[in-house]
């Protein structure tokens, strides 16, 4: 009893700073301006008029000093804030997460709160699901192990996703939320949540799609093909009602070189430009202790789930943290950013399912 009061006030104190500490030291990175103009364009405002309200709402938001860095440092940041064509032409890369800009939209009118604060909020509250999450999963846990998710937390840098104006965090509670349901053979209520994760990022197609098939594992092929119908579908119906620009496109301007305007924007794929980039963030990785981290705990979670499964121990667990091991690197070859926070939403239930190793719970989950 002593210990289970004992990790109660951990999470309270856990809870705090992590309110305190992401509230008062938050990010308000370049994304924000971006989805703010996608809120106000769905709200029906010329584009003139969104782009004047985004960053008149910002320099009321941040200092002069942050304001002068966000609005005009660098030539992009600066073509975006002369001209609102510019800005517009970005928006098929923002308004591509319709989930979003619907939750950014909902807190904005349900609370009075501007977008930059309603994404603020929204980071802050699903950090602290997580952590609330970890916390439930591993409370019964006996002795020290219901502690477990304690450096859970720590590895899951949920304090950085806090920080965050993306959907970042709000797509890690909810992909995370399906996978504890999924690990625990709750297969409809799981698929139902990543297709919400979806409409957060479509990008979590890769992690959806490959997680989708495990009931063939169970023979359960129909399953399986239903929800590789539904998870492809609704990807497709997300990036051609937006007409997204194209991978090829939205990889150039991210990672070959940035564009100040997408409207024309439509680039020759060159492979041998993709693999220069791929072979290049991989070694900015492998020798940059800020994110070889994200890297490596993908590869260790990876032998980890493979020996366990040729030991055939815990089949089903160790099946799931490989899926979304394979998951993270299928996305780092598609599109290699070299920043964690790309793929921290498949990262951080993938830490969660391979702490299931070492508890008491497994002998039931593959009963």
């Known amino acids: ?77 600066q073509n975006q804030y002369d001209n609102p064509q510019n800005l517009n032409s970005m928006m098929p890369m923002y308004a591509l997460k319709p989930g ?14 501007n977008e930059y604060q309603a994404m603020k909020y929204i980071s802050i509250f699903s950090s602290l699901g997580i952590l609330i999450l ?22 899951s840098q949920i304090l950085f996703l806090a920080k965050l104006m993306t959907p970042d965090a709000i797509t890690a509670l909810i992909f995370l939320a399906s996978i504890i349901f999924l690990v625990n053979r709750r297969l409809y209520i799981s698929y139902l949540l990543m297709a919400v994760s979806l409409t957060l990022r479509p990008d979590m197609i890769v992690a959806t799609g490959l997680a989708g098939l495990l009931p063939a594992l ?6 399986a093909a239903l929800n590789s119908v539904l998870f492809l579908s609704m990807y497709f119906v997300i990036s051609t009602s937006i007409s997204h620009n194209g991978w090829w496109s939205h990889f150039y301007t991210s990672l070959v070189n940035t564009q100040s305007n997408l409207d024309t924007f439509n680039p020759v794929f060159d492979i ?15 020798t940059d202790s800020n994110y070889i981290t994200w890297f490596a705990a993908t590869f260790l979670i990876m032998l980890i789930s493979i020996t366990q499964i040729k030991r ?56």
């Open 1 to 77: 009893m002593i210990l289970r009061i004992l990790n109660v006030l951990f999470l309270l104190i856990a809870l705090g700073f992590l309110f305190q500490k992401s509230s008062t030291e938050n990010f308000y990175n370049w994304d924000g301006i971006a989805y703010t103009m996608a809120v106000q364009l769905d709200e029906g405002k010329t584009v003139s008029e969104a782009h004047s309200y985004t960053y008149s709402t910002l320099k009321a938001e941040v200092g002069p000093g942050l304001f002068r860095t966000l609005c005009c440092a660098g030539d992009y940041r």
């Open 100 to 113: 979003y800009i619907f939750l950014i939209r909902s807190v904005k009118n349900i609370s009075g709160l």
């Open 134 to 155: 970890f916390f439930v999963v591993f409370f019964w846990q006996s002795g020290a192990m219901q502690f477990i998710w304690l450096p859970l937390a720590f590895l």
């Open 218 to 223: 169970n023979k359960d092929f129909r399953m």
């Open 272 to 286: 041998n430009k993709y693999f220069e980039i791929l072979w290049g963030n991989t070694l900015w990785i492998l």
């Open 312 to 367: 055939k121990n815990y089949f089903w667990v160790n099946a799931v943290a490989l899926t979304l091991t394979m998951a993270i690197l299928i996305k780092y070859f598609i599109f290699p950013k070299v920043d964690s926070r790309v793929y921290l939403a498949i990262l951080v239930p993938t830490l969660y399912v391979i702490m299931l190793n070492f508890t008491h719970n497994n002998e039931k989950i593959d009963a």
